[in-house]
């Protein structure tokens, strides 16, 4: 059988842009028109802003659009037709250049053919030569001088002054321009011409920007609660679509009606900030949208943005196993490469161990203390992958089964590998490799000296300990991430792991004329490990360099 022929391409560039009206209809599943969401069974209202047909967050209900239930499917775009044109406040100073870069009346750039295909073949060499980010300042560029304009060059039509009250009210000679003559000037801007707006026209239409219909988010994206009280609490995107459903309705009411220029002017305002807020509800210049209770509401730029956000939190943070974290505390009697671990967290973190014949007895052992008593196991691993929780009930007959090929998830001890990390992470020594030393209590032991690289101290910090679950992940972090292969910084070249502090002290004061009695250095060299004495000079006294000689002989 032929394998099937691949065609391999290469990514140049990804294209951002904005949805159509077009294209937001037909991506759509329903068109929301009531702001009801429940009936009097309880059941989503057809039509609603938890219309089934844009996915179901119910465990007994299907998705009407793709047939699908809980959790088998992502749910599907709503939009609501809006009953007069919105501003979208994302893009208020990409259209205030563009309105001060166009003509008022013909709606063409402010600058000749002539110049417009120079400027056009400009900007073309800059994205060649040296990439999207300066061809944006050659935009920059290019609209400054389109704006000092006074006439249009092909109609001579003479050009207001532009301004915006921020957020989204644009302004002419002090005129408002309403959004239904913002969005008609937009769209008699020719295709050709707006790569000299900085814009893709494949991709995005400035008129786009100007809202006549809005996509509203699957239900999965903003699911409701049921309270213990057996209440229903929905979220907060959906209350501020309601909001604007609610708004849109009484506006085709009143345009329908045919009531007062000055009342459809109020709600059209009440429409704009409920879609201004309704993307981001931290704008300085309006008050923020808030629930009874006086809390702001969170909408979708408050989701993306920020340490709790999407980005931060939902994607780059991570949760994962073997792990640990507790307080760290100074210990220098254990050595540099090692890591004090409480024996609470090794009985609770496991390194798993494969039975061979010669092991097998000592994880034998392992089993048969279980996972309450140290050193104990945890878990048995079958060859076929099935996993056994190690409890009084099961731990008979995992002894009876036990044989070479099984993997014994046992406790952490003295000598295994760890990697020991504290944030933030800036630089490679901010992660090592340790090797475990079980210990009492319940904090994280560390020798002073490795303070440095990791930025630590004792008042309190918290550092997270991994353990590697593979030979070959424990090979890798022995031989590249050990503390000892860490000494050099790459950023300077100079040790970053040295004596600290008190260390420093004893050193200067070991290094001074004082002499020191022999017992008493005799017993200083056995607590740094020497058991051979004979270098040591055979008199009554010794001096600290003598001592220093002993353990750094030249």
């Known amino acids: 059988m032929e394998e099937p ?31 009801e969401l429940y009936d009097r069974e309880g059941y989503p209202v057809d039509g609603g802003l938890m219309d089934t047909r844009m996915g179901v967050i119910d465990p007994g209900l299907r998705c009407k659009t793709s047939g699908a239930k809980l959790k088998e499917d992502l749910g599907h775009f709503g939009y609501i037709e809006l009953a007069r044109p919105v501003m979208h406040v994302k893009f208020a100073s990409v259209l ?16 000749t053919k002539q110049k417009q295909t120079v400027a056009l073949k400009r900007l073309e060499q800059v994205e060649a030569e040296s990439g999207v980010t300066n061809k944006h300042v050659a935009v920059k560029e290019l609209l400054a001088s389109m704006k000092v304009t006074g006439k249009c060059p092909h109609c001579n039509a003479k050009q207001g002054k532009i301004t915006i009250e921020k957020p989204t009210t644009y302004l002419e000679d002090e005129k408002r321009i309403s959004p239904i003559e913002v969005r008609t000037r937009l769209e008699k801007i020719p295709d050709a011409a707006l790569p000299l707006f900085g814009l893709n026209p494949h991709v995005m239409r400035p008129e786009w920007t100007v809202l006549t219909i809005l996509a509203i988010p699957p239900v999965t994206m903003r699911p409701s609660i049921t309270l213990e009280t057996g209440e229903r609490s929905e979220d907060d995107l959906t209350h501020k679509l309601g909001d604007i459903v609610r708004i849109n309705q009484r506006l085709f009411e009143n345009i329908n009606a045919g009531a007062p220029e000055i009342i459809i002017e109020d709600l059209w305002d009440l429409l704009q900030y409920h879609i201004t807020t309704f993307f981001d509800n931290n704008i300085a210049q309006l008050p923020p949208a ?7 509401l969170k909408t979708l730029c408050e989701r993306i943005k920020s340490k709790e956000g999407r980005i931060r939190h939902n994607l780059a943070g991570k949760r994962v196993n073997f792990s640990a974290r ?26 798993p161990e494969r039975v061979t014949e010669w092991n097998f007895e000592r994880l034998k052992q392992f089993v048969e203390r279980g996972p309450n008593a140290y050193p104990g196991a945890n878990y048995v691993i079958r060859p076929d992958g099935r996993r056994k929780k190690i409890t009084d009930e099961t731990k008979e007959a995992l002894l009876e089964e ?7 998830e046992r406790h952490l001890m003295d000598g295994d590998i760890a990697l020991f990390n504290r944030q933030p992470s800036l630089h490679r020594m901010s ?3 340790h090797k475990v030393r079980i210990l009492p209590y319940r904090t994280f032991r560390l020798n002073p000296v490795v303070c440095h690289p990791y930025n630590a101290d004792f008042d309190g910090d918290e550092m997270n ?21 860490q000494l050099i910084s790459p950023r300077y070249g100079l040790s970053v792991i040295g004596c600290i502090q008190d260390a420093i002290s004893g050193n200067y004061l070991l290094s001074q004329e004082e002499a020191i009695p022999r017992h008493v250095a005799i017993r200083m060299l056995a607590q740094a490990g020497v058991m051979e004495f004979k270098t040591l000079p055979n008199k009554n006294t010794v001096s600290g360099r003598e001592i220093f000689s002993v353990l750094l002989p030249s």
Do not use: W, Y
């Open 326 to 351: 507790t307080v760290i505390s100074p210990d220098p009697m254990i050595s540099v490469n090692e890591v004090g671990v409480p024996k609470i967290i090794a009985k609770k973190l496991t390194v």
């Open 290 to 296: 808030r629930h009874r209770s006086s809390q702001p």
């Open 431 to 433: 992660m090592m490799c």
């Open 96 to 111: 205030l250049n563009i309105l001060r870069a166009s003509c008022r009346e013909c709606s063409q750039p402010l600058m």
């Open 5 to 35: 022929q691949v065609a391999s391409k290469k990514v140049k560039a990804i294209t951002f842009g904005i949805f159509s009206p077009k294209l937001v209809k037909k991506m759509a599943a329903v068109k929301v028109i009531t702001p």
């Open 465 to 485: 300990l991994h353990i590697p679950q593979t030979e070959e992940a424990r090979a890798e972090a022995k031989f590249l991430m050990m503390v000892q292969t």
């Open 402 to 408: 036990l044989q070479p090929g099984f993997l014994v």
